[in-house]
């Protein structure tokens, strides 16, 4: 199953419910020259706070009127059954005003006029949920406004999920997007909760006494998909639940959550190679955070573990380490400057026979900003020989592209070819956090070599991804999506190894698929 498909897919089953998130359109009849909307969102503040199926939503939003012209301005957002409004603000300096409830009728009208005007019909979907129209009057050329939302919805169950979808692309109909986006909260529950996950943006997670912690934050956001939360509650041993989307009833689109929770599991050693380019194209910042990234993964290794650094430009340095002295190891990468080519197949082709050698989980940690210009570079003959030789070591690659001039089919397809990740930073962005955060995701892996099979004499499943070297990650559920073909009840089992030990928990579930 391609990625075009599995978007689709994503988009298909978690594009239903709508919260509340508000946009801001001048009044047509207040305008010089109702052109296009001028007003931009600058700050896009989101507060989630889940009890059981409760939410309680806080929105902070600052507009700014970028335009010569004064206008009165709608506030227009969607509202879900069984919401609660308990607070509306509008915060103009000092000053908290107040505004006008519209008629949905008139809402619709304005709302119809500049969704075609910005060539957004996707937009048009919100006119089918219950609106909540403010008429705001007087906003200044120039001038910002804070407005704060507040309310509470219960939230409902998709599948064995309790689900929320913020309408964030709701926001595309505004000048510019997002500049400052902000989306985080907490999950409390008297039940275990084993996930909470968006599919659609990349957040992180966190536990914190008792609770389960997320955020996503994002600088100038041109939001292209609304922003999905799904929660995962339960109290069994080994969890496993399924979700589907069909349009006919007999095929579609599967995604299933694997997350075991097993007491005495043993420690896991990880291997690690982190391979970093110090091509010249990497000098600056971007280099000195690479090298901090790659401290902050010595700096928390397990004492089971083991970790090498290979620098590469046309040349490939190893830097193994020996002994766990890890002072010595930070003090050792310090030295390497940057400059030089970029030799990919090389780099991939040393570390991958040095992996070939090793027992264990393994893990390849691959960051480069750079197109291969040393070497090797056909880009057949990198995939090949890397692909092939992960297969035989049974080893995971999580790759990073930094800024526009990577190849970034390279790396999506070393990514899905062997059981890993494939992350995309801009040269902006912080890469020594974007590592960190994958590290965290995967520096206690609890179940390896973990087996997924489909037993049913009526329901064909194909497509599976991802389909090698599957690892389940302490608190990161195994996601494996699919397509499925046929009606009735099949059997899902799941085996794995918990250090040497073979899991004897193999277990199955019946689903009727519907």
């Known amino acids: 199953m391609n990625k075009n498909i599995l978007v689709l897919f994503i988009i298909l089953i978690f594009s239903t419910f709508l919260m509340a998130d508000g946009v801001v359109i001048p009044n047509p009849n207040t305008m010089v020259k109702p052109i296009e909307n001028p007003i931009k969102l600058e700050n896009h503040f989101v507060d989630i706070e889940i009890s059981e199926e409760i939410a309680s939503i806080v929105i902070e939003e600052d507009f700014f009127n970028d335009s010569e012209h004064g206008f009165d301005v709608l506030y227009i957002f969607p509202i879900p059954k069984d919401t609660v409004i308990t607070d509306f603000k509008i915060i103009d300096g000092i000053n908290v005003l107040s505004g006008n409830v519209m008629e949905k009728s008139e809402a619709e009208e304005y709302f119809k006029l500049y969704s075609s005007m910005n060539k957004n019909p996707a937009i048009m979907k919100y006119l089918d949920e219950n609106l909540m129209s403010i008429r705001i009057d007087g906003f200044k050329p120039f001038e910002r406004r804070r407005l704060k939302v507040e309310y509470k919805t219960v939230m409902q169950y998709e599948g064995n999920y309790l689900k929320l979808v ?20 907490s999950v409390k529950s008297s039940r275990e909760i084993y996930s909470v996950y968006s599919p659609t943006y990349p957040i992180q997670t966190y536990s914190e006494n008792g609770s389960m912690e997320f955020v996503y934050e994002k600088a100038n956001l041109d939001p292209n998909y609304d922003f999905t939360l799904l929660i995962g509650l339960g109290e069994r041993e080994f969890e496993a639940f399924m979700t589907s989307h069909s349009s006919d009833g007999v095929s579609g689109f599967f995604s299933l ?25 990497m000098m600056g910042k971007k280099y000195e955070q690479a090298l901090d990234a790659a401290e902050y993964v010595i700096r928390r290794l397990n004492s089971e573990d083991d970790f090498n650094l290979i620098f590469f430009n046309d040349y490939v340095n190893i830097i193994q380490n020996d002994g766990n002295d890890y002072d010595s190891l930070v003090e050792r990468i310090n030295t390497y400057q940057s400059g030089g080519g970029t030799n990919i197949y090389a ?3 040393v570390a991958l026979d040095k992996l070939m050698a090793i027992d264990g989980e393994k893990y390849l940690v691959f960051l480069t900003d750079g197109l291969p210009t040393v070497g090797i570079t056909s880009e057949n003959l990198i995939l090949k020989n890397s692909v092939s030789k992960s297969e035989m070591s049974k080893t995971k690659m999580f790759v990073f592209g930094v800024g526009y001039d990577v190849n970034t089919n390279i790396l999506d397809v070393l990514a899905e070819e062997t059981g890993g990740m494939a992350f995309y930073v801009d040269e902006s962005e912080n890469i020594e956090s974007a590592i960190g955060n994958l590290y965290n995701r995967i520096s206690d892996p609890i179940l390896t070599d973990v087996n997924v099979e489909f037993i049913s004499d009526n329901v064909y499943f194909g497509d599976i991804l991802p389909n090698k070297n599957l690892t389940v990650y302490e608190n990161q559920p195994l996601k494996i999506f699919g397509k499925f073909q046929g009606s009735g009840e099949f059997k899902v089992r799941i085996t794995g190894y918990s250090g040497e030990k073979f899991f004897p928990k193999s277990t199955s579930f019946t689903w009727k698929m519907v």
């Not at 913020?166 to 909260?185: C, E, F, T, V, W």
């Not at 097993?262 to 391979?275: H, L």
Request: aromatic fraction near 4%; glycine fraction near 6%; avoid cysteine.
């Open 257 to 281: 959550d694997i997350n075991p929770s097993i007491n005495d599991s043993d420690n896991i050693s990880k291997n690690i190679f982190m391979v970093l380019d110090r091509s010249g194209s």
């Open 347 to 349: 780099a991939l082709n």
């Open 166 to 185: 913020y309408p964030l692309k709701m926001d595309s109909i505004l000048k510019d997007g997002i500049s400052n986006l902000r989306i985080a909260g």
